[in-house]
Nanobody, 121 residues
Framework: QLQAFGGGLVQAGGSLRLSCAAS????????MGWFRQGPGKAREFVAA????????YYADSVQGRFTISRDGAKNTVYLQMNSLKPEDTAVYYC????????????????WGQGTQVTVSS
């Protein structure tokens, strides 16, 4: 089970940190991803991290502004979002898949509920 939270309303240039609490299984062999879906848009990849080793991968649109990390003791994955832009407005979802990370939304079988992020200009 994945539970995402931490969204909210922020002004452009501001920061938010999203959290994804994982439970119900051992995630050490999993990759965790963050995706987002803006109004009228398809769900898109944002960032991913391998639970074991911590290697990360980012979409070009967030590279240098967002940071994904994980805390093994808390079984939680974070998405630190800095220098937010109005185009970052979306519902953000965390997801998990066994093995390597992927940018393909259809390759993640486990999903949390979304958390709304709204960036005002």
């Amino acid at each position: 089970q994945l539970q995402a939270f931490g969204g909210g309303l922020v002004q452009a240039g501001g920061s938010l940190r999203l959290s994804c609490a994982a439970s119900g299984r051992t995630f050490s062999s999993y990759a965790m991803g963050w995706f987002r879906q803006g109004p009228g848009k398809a769900r898109e990849f944002v960032a991913a991290i391998r639970w074991s080793g911590g290697s990360t991968y980012y979409a070009d649109s967030v590279q240098g502004r967002f940071t994904i990390s994980r805390d093994g003791a808390k079984n939680t994955v974070y998405l630190q979002m800095n220098s937010l832009k109005p185009e970052d407005t979306a519902v953000y979802y965390c997801a998990a898949r066994l093995g390597l990370y992927s940018t393909n939304v259809y390759e993640y079988p486990y999903w949390g509920q979304g958390t709304q992020v709204t960036v005002s200009s």
